[in-house]
């Protein structure tokens, strides 16, 4: 019997940007009930809840009281629930510990990791002919961040919903079920159907990161909202009302923020590398990106003003010899955007 060669972080980043790649979400899932759950949740994230809509998803910032970022939330609306899904790294732990110090409501009831729950999730141009296998309607009839109730084949009884939300900038779903290990091998079984196949951490990290958010992998780096280049997630008018907002700085054109720059393919930069313009330091290096693009490498590094803006030569310090260059994202147009769902 022939043994299938092990799968790289080249062959997964591969998957996802031209096929469809499924992986389990191992985050802590939190069900959040009651008839003041939005109140609850207007005291920690930074948008509103006001104008959420009954089957929807979306992504919220959640700040410590130092106003620095704890997470980057799903919040999705189903029925009479509200769930909660991290986007970047955090425990149960953790999560719980900061749910419990946020002083809720009476009628709030929150359940973090509810027994039986658990998430899997598929992207990829071709991702929406496996998700259609989950649906009764015309899958182009789910507009993104729009939830739907699913099936999952072989489990009658189970409960699951379909979201259309993804990390990469291909096309992306989510499937949220309370019979998980049934649902993630139905996901597996569709995707690998339709040419894709099971992908690891680090090609995902890739394309992410490709996409502007290296966040989702790397977590903030003890960077202030600013700096992370998160503002954008904060709903300015909301200052004093939600958790740690009073001590958020806005942005301003001299600003210090997080960066995308490209490498020659082979560099290895370090976190924590400086970043250097004419022999002068200019910024530290965050993180590199796995290798899973063989035409270049993509580094983050937080820069000094206004070094930030693309298309300038920089260098990293501990090696003259290694160039680096500022520049745009996404850094690669993703297939989807001329994939049509159908």
């Known amino acids: ?152 084949p072989g489990e009658p009884a189970a409960l699951a919903h379909l979201a259309r939300v993804g990390t990469t900038g291909e096309y992306g779903y989510l499937l949220l079920s309370n019979a998980p290990e049934a649902a993630h091998a139905a996901v597996v079984e569709a995707v690998t159907a339709e040419g894709g196949a099971e992908v690891g951490p680090q090609g995902l990290a890739r394309v992410q990161a490709e996409a502007g958010m290296a966040v989702y992998a790397v977590g903030f780096a003890g960077l202030p909202v600013h700096e992370a280049d998160l503002a954008w997630m904060v709903d300015w008018n909301r200052i004093g009302e939600f958790q740690g907002s009073d001590d958020l700085v806005k942005p301003t054109a001299e600003t210090a923020r997080t960066t995308a720059l490209v490498a020659p393919a082979g560099a290895v930069v370090a976190p924590g590398t400086a970043v250097t313009a004419g022999g002068q330091q200019v910024g530290t290096v965050v993180w590199q990106a796995p290798s899973a693009n063989a035409d270049e490498e993509l580094v983050v590094a937080l820069l000094d003003a206004p070094f930030w803006v693309p298309g300038l030569e920089l260098a990293a310090a501990d090696d003259a010899a290694t160039p680096l260059r500022t520049v745009t994202q996404p850094r690669v147009i993703a297939r989807s955007l001329t994939t049509r769902i159908h």
């Open 1 to 152: 019997m022939t043994t299938a060669p092990a799968r790289t972080a080249q062959d997964d980043y591969t998957t996802v940007r031209t096929t469809i790649g499924a992986y389990r979400i191992t985050a802590p899932l939190v069900r959040i009930s009651g008839g003041d759950r939005y109140e609850f949740l207007d005291l920690f994230l930074a948008k509103s809840s006001e104008y959420v809509e009954p089957d929807t998803v979306r992504e919220a910032l959640a700040l410590n009281t130092d106003g620095s970022p704890f997470a980057i939330l799903l919040h999705f609306e189903i029925g009479d629930d509200s769930w909660l899904l991290p986007r970047t790294p955090v425990t149960a732990a953790e999560l719980t510990a900061y749910l419990d110090a946020v002083d809720a409501p009476s009628d709030v009831t929150v359940e973090v990791e509810p027994e039986g729950w658990g998430a899997s999730a598929f992207e990829g141009p071709q991702a929406w002919s496996a998700a259609a296998k989950f649906v009764e309607l015309d899958i182009s009839g789910l507009t993104l961040h729009g939830v739907t109730e699913s099936a999952v």
